[in-house]
């Protein structure tokens, strides 16, 4: 940083230059939230309004979940550059309203029939994280806003569905590998990041004393984002691909062990029936 700021002009200091690089740094992360929000919230939109079942299912496996891990990646970024604790209260709820937005579009996109619960909950867990988002830490006044109108629309959301008729088609066969394809990549996301987590970055950290991501519990983190969304592919291989319990539980236990969720992609079933129910649960 120094190096490049000795080049940037005679009346440059190290305190000038060093605030002009965090800034750059913000920009850059902000920048990145936003396109990944944006793929985020196309995603959610293509599983709740597209008719076609395989566009639906693209919509959630693709732009819907490739957005949300953009946008936590881009998100802890922000907090590290400005000394944000994720323990915060307003990230913990960022993080649940959000990993919730892709269980509901996951139930939407996946089942025959859309359900008034689950459109109505998708709108309000995502209009709740936004909240959450850009109002982090306020007055009273402005929580109730950011979390009371959320529940508003979310209601309102549910009663237009019921209002209106079913306008999805559903196509059985496209669900099966849609899901299993996107469970697999899941668990070699997740299993990799594993490997990289300790087998890697421990080791170094600890035992030659390099630090790769500088202290900054990057490897972590991203890690932390893969085992959430790991556990709606469980969810999803059990209530959409027929999992069995014994199965589902075998599938969380290998993502806490290091290539446990390679292993694991051999015992998922390669052929199925759909399960989900025309009234089931969400």
Same mark, same amino acid.
């Given at each position: 940083?120094?190096? @490049? ?39 959610? *939109? ?22 949300? #891990? ?26 649940? *309203? ?8 996951? !139930? ?27 109002? @982090? ?98 969810? +999803?291989? %059990?209530?959409?691909?027929?999992? +069995? %319990? ?25 052929? #199925?029936?759909?399960? !989900? ?6």
């Amino acid at each position: 940083m120094s190096g @490049r700021c000795q080049n940037d002009g005679p009346g440059d200091t190290p305190d000038s230059c060093y605030k002009r690089a965090v800034i750059e740094q913000w920009q850059a992360w902000r920048l990145l939230k936003f396109l990944g929000i944006a793929v985020w919230t196309t995603g959610l *939109a293509g599983a709740l309004l597209s008719r076609s079942q395989p566009r639906r299912l693209w919509a959630v496996h693709g732009p819907a979940t490739i957005g949300l #891990g953009f946008t936590w990646v881009a998100g802890y970024g922000m907090a590290k550059l400005h000394g944000v604790s994720m323990a915060q209260p307003f990230v913990g709820v960022t993080i649940l *309203a959000s990993l919730l937005t892709i269980h509901e579009a996951c !139930a939407i996109a996946e089942r025959p029939r859309v359900l008034p619960w689950n459109v109505g909950a998708l709108v309000a867990t995502f209009a709740s994280s936004i909240g959450a988002m850009v109002v @982090r830490n306020p007055g009273t006044a402005h929580q109730i806003a950011a979390y009371g109108l959320p529940l508003l629309l979310g209601v309102v959301a549910f009663i237009v569905q019921t209002r209106k008729s079913a306008a999805h088609d559903y196509e059985p066969a496209a669900v099966f590998p849609s899901t299993r394809s996107w469970v697999v990549w899941l668990a070699r996301l997740e299993g990799t990041s594993l490997i990289a987590l300790l087998l890697i970055y421990m080791p170094l950290k600890y035992g030659a004393g390099i630090v790769l991501d500088g202290g900054q519990g990057w490897f972590g983190w991203v890690h932390g984002i893969l085992a959430l969304l790991w556990l709606q592919a469980l969810w +999803s291989g %059990w209530r959409r691909l027929g999992w +069995s %319990w014994r199965l589902t539980g075998i599938g969380f236990v290998a993502s806490l062990l290091p290539f446990g969720t390679f292993v694991f992609e051999r015992f998922m079933p390669t052929a #199925g029936t759909d399960t !989900a129910d025309s009234a089931g649960n969400p």
